[in-house]
């Protein structure tokens, strides 16, 4: 047989038993991280990161921020936001970098990634990292996906009636 053959199937083997991240993840329900929320002194480079996280805001269902949040909400100084958009489903895992507002910088602290996934049902899950610096922590909206598109789709039929 030959040699590399056998490690080619041995790690496309490995690849089938890696679990999905949308059925194994750690949930956090933390609504301290929305960005409604003030600074608590949490420090996430306190946390021990290991594995994929999903968002509650009071039991529901919420994603990380994709744009600049003030300093001083999240429950930290610095607060942690998605310098991008949310995959789609069919993308898979992909990288994002987080940024860090330092409040003359949306993206001071801007170097380091996460991996993200959108799972069937609308939710996303994240692998996150330990941020580099304490009083960092990671932040959420306070509404998810589904939310903010039927609240415009609402508010839209109402001016459609009022005008």
């Not at 080619?8 to 929320?37: F, G, H, I």
């Not at 993200?116 to 959420?140: D, E, H, I, Q, W």
């Amino acid at each position: 047989m030959n040699k590399n053959c056998h490690l080619t199937s041995l790690k496309a083997l490995s690849n089938t038993n890696t679990p999905d991240p949308c059925n194994k993840y750690t949930s956090l329900d933390q609504p301290w991280r929305a960005n409604n929320e003030t600074e608590l002194d949490i420090c996430d480079r306190r946390f021990s990161w290991d594995g994929w996280y999903r968002f509650f805001y009071y039991g529901m269902n919420i994603r990380m921020a994709e744009s600049c949040v003030p300093t001083s909400r999240c429950g930290a100084y610095y607060s942690l936001w998605l310098n991008g958009p949310h995959p789609e489903i069919e993308d898979g895992v992909v990288t994002r970098q987080v940024c860090g507002n330092a409040g003359s910088d949306c993206c001071l602290f801007g170097s380091t990634s996460i991996k993200v996934k959108t799972c069937p049902g609308n939710y996303s899950v994240y692998k996150l990292f330990r941020p580099k610096y304490c009083n960092m922590a990671y932040c959420t909206g306070t509404k998810s996906k589904h939310d903010f598109i039927y609240k415009d789709f609402i508010n839209y039929d109402l001016m459609w009636y009022v005008v």
